[in-house]
């Protein structure tokens, strides 16, 4: 069975502290790795996708890594705007709907 | 519009009505999802529409659970008789094609749902 968790569920940071995220997968045949990013009340927004082992995307103070196993998400001096849910997923096995992590609650003190 | 459009924002409804869920996908997109986020929970597939093709119905949790998609683009999910543990977004989502096939599914805003 396709399995997406995510680690910690919540971190908390000082503005400017460094960290990084964490989503483990098993999935037969990555065909991708989506992270989102989900305001309070909103939904999901886009932000990356990987495809492959050893690949990195980077949008302002975030990059997204991938290995064979699992990706994580830096965060590079963070900012109080950057507090949101953090969200990973996958296309599943046998099918194209994605499976979703729980999520990781970040919140970025001034 | 330039996104996936949903309505209501909001619905609070009352235990045993019959509520419905709009959702406009991105113009082009043939691919269609509907999730479930409970309060500080993670998002739960519900149903797919892909194409012409049968639609992935495997995440709806009771038959009183129907959606459908009409001219390959609007969506209604049905939700008969609501129950107060119908309590929840719902989510509506699309993309050009699969997920697989390596592209991005956009999400709307969602539809909160209250049942009292």
């Known amino acids: 069975e396709d399995q997406v968790t995510q680690s910690p569920e919540a971190l908390r940071l000082q503005e400017g502290e460094s960290s990084s995220l964490n989503c483990s997968y098993t999935?037969?045949?990555?065909?991708?790795l989506f992270w989102y990013r989900q305001d309070p009340g909103k939904g999901p927004e886009f932000l990356f996708t990987?495809?492959?082992a050893g690949e990195e995307k980077e949008k302002e103070r975030l990059k997204a890594t991938l290995t064979k196993k699992e990706s994580f998400l830096h965060i590079t001096a963070p900012k109080p705007e950057d507090s949101a849910t953090y969200l990973c997923a996958v296309p599943e096995t046998s099918g194209s709907r994605l499976t979703f992590g729980e999520g990781t609650q970040l919140t970025v003190n001034p | 519009g330039a996104g996936v459009s949903q309505s209501p924002s909001n619905k609070v409804t009352e235990k045993g009505k019959d509520v419905e869920l709009r959702c406009d996908p991105i113009s082009g997109h043939t691919a269609l999802y509907w999730y479930r986020q409970s309060l500080g929970q993670g998002l739960e597939f519900l149903i797919y529409f892909q194409g012409n093709s049968a639609p992935d119905k495997s995440g709806l949790p009771s038959d009183r659970f129907s959606a459908e998609r009409t001219g390959g683009s609007v969506s209604t999910l049905t939700i008969q008789r609501t129950q107060q543990e119908d309590s929840a977004v719902y989510l509506c989502?699309?993309?050009?094609?699969?997920?697989?096939?390596?592209?991005?599914?956009?999400f709307g805003e969602g539809s909160w749902l209250t049942v009292v």
């Open positions: 999935v037969s045949g990555l065909r991708g």
């Open positions: 990987l495809y492959s």
């Open positions: 989502a699309s993309s050009l094609s699969t997920a697989d096939s390596g592209n991005t599914i956009y």
